[in-house]
């Protein structure tokens, strides 16, 4: 890497984009990148250019060599590439607020990356992302390819499954979110914290939580019976634990845990948004366009503190803090989703886990965590059942598999409310979905 390193991101036209240049800025001396390129597609050409020139004036301001790129040529932006960082989402905000929306009708919580939603947001990224696997292969091959597109722990498990990709990791805000969280309620540095995280991506507990490596488990389990601190992200309202439960639950809980231990209380609220206009993908998109309109101002050169309201708070950091340990081989611990290779006993040695690594220049390598808690493990498998079924879905294009994903899923009431939403939802996201319709005649 001489030349100095260069980074791809697809999506580059998120309006995420100006997080990510942020923590480039803020690590360059640790982490010298010489090229940023942003690839989008036709439809978020605005939206590049817009981000794209932010990017440049925030790296003017703050006086580095990087030069930005801005591209609708995938394969030109790839050749080549060191790292490759993925933020995209087919079909755009619009196909969110029907992931959201639909199941609503049939009484099931309709959320990104869980339940129906995150199927479909699953069956239609997949393909694509199996697509950029196969020009990785052959135009940048021994890049490492960063994944934060949702739903990311479904979205890993297929590039390990279905591509020649070994070099990928999963990255989410989440952990990175608790930690800082928790600091926050005790009032301590974040660097002095250390969470034993192990799971699935938005399915992650945290085994054991230490300040300067004394647990501190009981003392922030008790904090988390509070709503105030029940969520750590923003785009999720905590709704507070039942202290019996928590307490002998005994692991620290992830925002998303809400809608797998809260199912009746945030559909009650999901039903209430639903009505008002106020699915999540609707406050999205009225906070995206307030912040392109931000990002257009000339003399923005900074990313902006409103971008702080989208749940994906310390994208930057998650992300760059993990390109910079494969790079400087820092073998520090991070959570991020890899290969379980072994780590959590009771999950296939194949399989995507979101845990605790060592991040190494060869990548992460899990710390072994043996069975997980016995009133977890269940929960988690039956998660790991549904993505891996509806990875499956996604690059087969059946139909009846799909039907199955949905009703392995704890959200889902029943097999027949399951083939129901399937069928509405494949008609409304047909364009994304041509897998499951262009079958070739035996
Ligand atoms: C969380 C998750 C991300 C997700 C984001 C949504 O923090 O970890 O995976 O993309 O929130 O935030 P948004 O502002 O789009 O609702």
Not at 246 to 254: A, E, G, K, P, Q
Request: proline share 5%; net charge negative.
């Amino acid at each position: 890497m001489t030349k100095g390193i260069k980074i791809v991101t697809i999506g580059g036209g998120s309006s995420y984009t100006p997080e990510l240049v942020e923590g480039f800025i803020k690590r360059y001396d640790e982490l010298p990148v010489r090229e940023l390129w942003l690839v989008d597609i036709e439809e978020g050409k605005e939206k590049l250019e817009i981000v794209g020139n932010l990017a440049k004036r925030m790296i003017q301001k703050a006086g580095l060599p990087i030069d930005v790129h801005l591209t609708l040529d995938r394969k030109t932006a790839l050749k080549d590439a060191d790292f490759v960082t993925t933020q995209f989402r087919v079909g755009l905000l619009d196909a969110r607020s029907k992931d959201e929306r639909i199941p609503l009708k049939y009484g099931v919580l309709g959320q990104e990356t869980n339940g129906p939603g995150g199927l479909f947001k699953g069956l239609r990224t997949i393909p694509v992302i199996l697509d950029i696997c196969k020009d990785i292969e052959e135009l940048c091959p021994n890049a490492w390819l960063i994944n934060f597109t949702n739903p990311a722990g479904m979205v890993v498990e297929a590039v390990l499954r279905y591509s020649n990709i070994k070099k990928v990791v999963g990255l989410c805000n989440v952990p990175i979110g608790i930690e800082m969280g928790v600091a926050k309620l005790l009032d301590v540095d974040h660097s002095r914290i250390r969470i034993d995280f192990a799971g699935l991506n938005h399915m992650v507990y945290g085994l054991d939580v230490y300040v300067d490596g004394i647990s501190v488990k009981d003392k922030v389990i008790d904090l988390l019976t509070d709503p105030a601190n029940s969520s750590f992200v923003k785009n999720i309202d905590g709704l507070g634990w039942e202290p019996e439960f928590i307490r002998s639950l005994n692991v620290l809980t992830c925002p998303y845990h809400m809608y797998y231990y809260k199912k009746d209380q945030m559909l009650e609220k999901e039903l209430k948004n639903y009505e008002t206009g106020e699915t999540r993908a609707e406050v999205v998109q009225k906070l995206e366009k307030e912040l392109f309109e931000l990002y257009k101002n000339p003399d923005l050169a900074i990313k902006p503190p409103q971008l702080e309201e989208r749940g994906g708070a310390y994208y930057s950091d998650a992300a760059v803090r993990l390109i910079s340990s494969i790079y400087n081989d820092k073998r520090d611990i991070q959570p991020v989703n890899t290969q379980n290779n072994g780590a959590i006993t009771g999950i296939p040695s194949d399989s995507a886990v979101e845990v605790s690594c060592m991040i190494t220049k060869d990548g992460p390598k899990p710390i072994v965590v043996g069975e997980l808690p016995v009133q977890v493990q269940g929960l988690v498998q039956q998660i790991k059942s549904f993505e891996r079924v509806a990875a499956e879905a996604a690059v087969t294009g059946d139909y009846e598999k799909a039907i199955l994903a949905l009703t392995i899923n704890p959200l889902t009431p029943s097999d027949s409310i399951a083939k129901e939403i399937i069928n509405e939802m494949l008609e409304a996201h047909k364009e994304h979905l041509p897998q499951f319709f262009q079958k070739v005649e035996a």
